[in-house]
């Protein structure tokens, strides 16, 4: 009996870990179609094509390398291996199989989120390359730090100095903290889009397609809710209050941004986005109302971060994924380290100075990582288009087929 009940539990987490999986890997898709509508007509085939080819090598060079960094577990094994072949295949009914999906998808969306920053005038290997380096190499060693097999170490300083550990239930600071950060390095090391700015003057480049960046975003929203709520990654491990916070903050993202834009559609859907980033870290231990007011704040820092951005600062990030993924990740690790207090609502356990103290790590982290993989691309290979191959359009150039071959049929 007892080991009938084992069983059928182990079964339940299996399933409930491959639906996660399923979901975040269709954010994917999101990522896809909000880089489609966001950039011109003559990138969008480069975004599909760029996205799912980061997701298949992310895929092979974490089951390869990354995994085992971050957990400690090599599926490159034998019978006397890290885990028996009998094991992983039967005892266990693939947990750990599907738990490495699961995760896997949280590693792919380090490319990801880069490759909106870049958009418009990067070749393509170069950056593929990269992508599998940070999926296969640095997030993963950063990922063991916070939830793998060198956390202990860590979170004992966090707790001896700070009186807490440093919380990050689903990846506000490990995956979109540290890919935006990341993704700001490869963006000052491109330099801005021809034209973009003229004399000094800014010269926006419009989006291309409202409805595709909006279901970009719708797609990003509904799997999010497997990014937070699965990341329990068993069944007695789940929490409404995540899926509570997750939908409590998005709705503060999008009505935040809306009021603050004038109704502005790109900012909407994108207000939606940052506030599901800023509540992953808290989702967990924070009040709905708080997670309202934490997706609120995060949808105005995106909306004046990317003004600033752009037109302060001179950054040609094309969708704006430092200010989104790597500022407002940043604005979700400290959130959940104020809102986290019981005074205000919270659960407890957490300290603020953790926080603080963890989110400045993946920055400095990410930046150095970064600038280090970037530079070696620039100096081997190159990084960016010749001139006359970003003017003609990365589809053509690259793929040598536009996003509407019918239109060029005479």
């Known amino acids: 009996m007892d080991s009938a009940v084992q069983s059928l539990t182990r079964s339940g987490d299996v399933l409930f870990l491959m639906l996660g999986a399923v979901m975040v890997f269709a954010m994917h898709a999101g990522f896809a179609f909000l880089e489609v509508g966001t950039v011109r007509k003559k990138n969008q085939t480069n975004a599909l094509v760029k996205i799912l080819t980061d997701w298949s090598v992310s895929t092979v060079v974490y089951f390869l390398i990354g995994y085992p960094i971050a957990y400690g577990i090599n599926f490159i094994i034998s019978v006397d291996g890290v885990i028996s072949a009998e094991n992983l295949l039967g005892a266990d009914q693939g947990y750990q199989l599907v738990r490495f999906f699961f995760l896997l998808c949280f590693a792919a969306c380090i490319p990801a989120i ?7 005038r990067t070749r393509f290997w170069p950056q593929v390359l990269a992508g599998a380096i ?17 956390s202990s170490v860590l979170q004992a300083w966090f707790t001896g100095t700070f009186g807490a550990p440093f919380h990050d239930f689903a990846g506000s600071v490990v995956v979109h903290s540290i890919g935006g950060w990341l993704a700001l390095t490869a963006v000052l090391l491109l330099g801005p889009r021809m034209g973009r700015w003229v004399r000094g003057k800014s010269h926006a480049i419009p989006v291309s397609n409202i409805p595709f960046l909006a279901l970009g975003s719708w797609i990003l929203a509904i799997g999010w809710f497997g ?10 491990g789940i929490s409404g209050l995540v899926a ?11 009505i935040f941004a809306v009021v603050a834009t004038k109704c502005d559609p790109g900012f909407a859907h994108n207000g939606a986005l940052a506030g599901l980033i800023a509540i992953c870290a808290g989702s967990d231990i924070v009040h709905p109302l708080a997670a309202f007011l934490i997706g609120g704040l995060a949808a105005l820092i995106f909306v004046y971060g990317f003004q600033w951005e752009q037109e302060t600062l001179k950054i040609d990030d094309v969708l704006g994924v430092w200010p989104l993924h790597g500022i407002i990740g940043t604005w979700g690790g400290l959130s959940a380290g104020i809102f986290g207090y019981k005074e205000l609502g919270g659960l407890g356990g957490v300290s603020f100075q ?9 920055i400095v982290y990410a930046l150095v990582t970064g600038f280090i993989v970037y530079t070696i691309i620039v100096k081997l290979f190159g990084f960016r288009l010749e001139q006359e191959e970003e003017f003609r359009g990365s589809d053509l150039s690259i793929h040598h087929i536009t996003a509407y071959p019918e239109d060029k049929v005479t």
Not at 114 to 120: D, F, L, M, V
Not at 227 to 236: D, E, G, I, R, T
Not at 354 to 362: F, H, K, R, V
């Open 114 to 120: 880069i490759s909106g920053g870049i958009a418009e």
């Open 244 to 254: 509570v916070n997750s939908l409590m903050a998005m709705v503060g993202g999008v």
């Open 354 to 362: 953790s926080q603080l103290a963890g989110s400045l790590l993946a």
């Open 134 to 150: 940070f999926a296969g190499l640095t997030y993963p060693f950063f990922e063991s730090l916070i939830w793998g097999q060198n």
């Open 227 to 236: 990014f937070n709520v699965m990341s329990a990654q068993s069944l007695s």
